[in-house]
């Protein structure tokens, strides 16, 4: 959740690809964003970890085709399923199993550096070594 000591963002924002050819608009402020580092977001971001906002799926609109792809061999043992640009392959927003009703959009794709920061990171037991977690955000170590 934002804090008090981060001013918040006008909405609507909107979360492209790298082409622009998929956007995700969305109209409220997410209600929770987290960080995870467990291996399927460290090969979906192909980073140390993803930083991924949620929102209401009736606060968002998609724009454009996108490719859709499901991974049900997660670590927490239920499906995800990432849609990204067909052109570029920039992942644009997920759905999940555990969070129906919900999308999840990766937060950097808002190129917003007042973003709010993650609440949580999860899956603290699987992120590198060199990596810590920043004071403030709560670490999981499993989901």
Not at 36 to 59: L, M
Request: hydrophobic share 30%; aromatic share 10%.
């Amino acid at each position: 959740m934002q804090s008090t000591k981060e001013k918040p963002s006008a909405y609507p924002k909107t979360a492209s690809c790298s082409c622009g050819k998929l956007t995700v608009t969305v109209k409220e402020q997410p209600k929770f964003v987290h960080a995870c580092s467990c291996v399927d977001c460290q090969r979906r971001s192909g980073s140390a970890f993803s930083y991924t906002a949620f929102f209401p799926e009736a606060a968002a609109t998609i724009s454009g085709q996108p490719q859709p792809w499901r991974n049900s061999s997660s670590d927490a043992g239920r499906w995800s399923e990432t849609n990204f640009c067909p052109v570029c392959g920039v992942t644009v927003f997920m759905t999940l199993e555990a969070l129906p009703g919900m999308i999840c959009v990766p937060a950097g794709g808002f190129g917003d550096r007042d973003f709010p920061k993650p609440g949580k990171m999860y899956w603290s037991s699987s992120r590198h070594h060199w990596l810590d977690v920043p004071d403030g955000i709560e670490a999981v170590e499993r989901q």
